[in-house]
T-cell receptor
Framework: DAGVIQSPRHEVTEMGQEVTLRCKPISGHDYLFWYRQTMMRGLELLIYFNNNVPIDDSGMPEDRFSAKMPNASFSTLKIQPSEPRDSAVYFC?????????????FGEGSWLTVV | GDSVVQTEGQVLPSEGDSLIVNCSYETTQYPSLFWYVQYPGEGPQLHLKAMKANDKGRNKGFEAMYRKETTSFHLEKDSVQESDSAVYFCALRGEAGGFKTIFGAGTRLFVKA
C-alpha cells in the first residue's frame, strides 16, 4: 500500500512568495494532520481534519497559514506570504478511525527553506 | 492542556550499554501512549505503543511500561546497537480534542561504535 504522499519534497523560495504544500493521505483514513518540525520547537500540530472537516486549527501560527481538504484524498497547506521563520519540515500524517490506540502515519515531509 | 515531557535532548551511549529515555505526560484523560522513531530524511514512524495502565509496549528489544501512577512511559533497552541511532518521540493520544496526538520534544539517540 502507498503511504502518505507529500509534495514537493524540497522547496526553496524567496520571502514574500506563496508556498503550497500538498498531501495525499492513505486511502480510507478518516483523520489528516499537518505538523511542522523545527529544531527549536520540535513537532508542532498545526491543524487536523476529520472526514475533510477542520476540527482544530489552534496550532496554525497566524493568518498567513491556511489549510484545506477539498476531498478525502487531497489536502493543501498554504503560506502566503512566506517568511524566513517559516523554514521547517512540514509533515502530513493520516490515521484511521476514532479508536484512540490507532497509529498515525507520516509522510516523508516537505523541506521548506525561505530565503 | 495535554503535554509530554522528554527530559533528555540527546543521549550518547556506547554500543552494548543499557538505555533509559525518560518520558512523562500530563493529561486529564486516559490516553494511549506511543514511542515514535525518526530516521534521517524520513517522517516519524511508530516504534511501540501501550493502550492502558500496566501494558508494556515492545519492539526490537525496546520496552516501555505504561505507568499511570507516575504518569510515565520511559523507553528502555538492555543493550543498544549502532543501528538504534535515531530521534525518539514520546506521544499521547486520547479522546479529548478528537484524538489528536501530542508529541514530546524528542530525544536524539547516538550510539557510539
Amino acid at each position: 500500500d502507498a503511504g502518505v504522499i507529500q509534495s514537493p519534497r524540497h522547496e526553496v523560495t524567496e520571502m514574500g512568495q506563496e508556498v503550497t504544500l500538498r498531501c495525499k493521505p492513505i486511502s480510507g483514513h478518516d483523520y489528516l494532520f499537518w505538523y511542522r518540525q523545527t529544531m527549536m520547537r520540535g513537532l508542532e500540530l498545526l491543524i487536523y481534519f476529520n472526514n475533510n472537516v477542520p476540527i482544530d486549527d489552534s496550532g496554525m501560527p497566524e493568518d498567513r497559514f491556511s489549510a484545506k481538504m477539498p476531498n478525502a484524498s487531497f489536502s493543501t497547506l498554504k503560506i502566503q506570504p512566506s517568511e524566513p521563520r517559516d523554514s521547517a519540515v512540514y509533515f502530513c500524517a493520516s490515521s484511521p478511525a476514532t479508536a484512540r490506540a490507532n497509529t498515525i502515519y507520516f509522510g516523508e515531509g516537505s523541506w521548506l527553506t525561505v530565503v | 492542556g495535554d503535554s509530554v515531557v522528554q527530559t533528555e535532548g540527546q543521549v550518547l551511549p556506547s554500543e552494548g550499554d543499557s538505555l533509559i529515555v525518560n518520558c512523562s505526560y500530563e493529561t486529564t484523560q486516559y490516553p494511549s501512549l506511543f514511542w515514535y522513531v525518526q530516521y534521517p530524511g524520513e517522517g516519524p514512524q511508530l516504534h511501540l505503543k501501550a493502550m492502558k495502565a500496566n501494558d508494556k509496549g515492545r519492539n526490537k528489544g525496546f520496552e516501555a511500561m505504561y505507568r499511570k501512577e507516575t504518569t510515565s512511559f520511559h523507553l528502555e533497552k538492555d543493550s543498544v546497537q549502532e543501528s538504534d541511532s535515531a530521534v525518539y518521540f514520546c506521544a499521547l493520544r486520547g479522546e479529548a480534542g478528537g484524538f489528536k496526538t501530542i508529541f514530546g520534544a524528542g530525544t536524539r539517540l547516538f550510539v557510539k561504535a
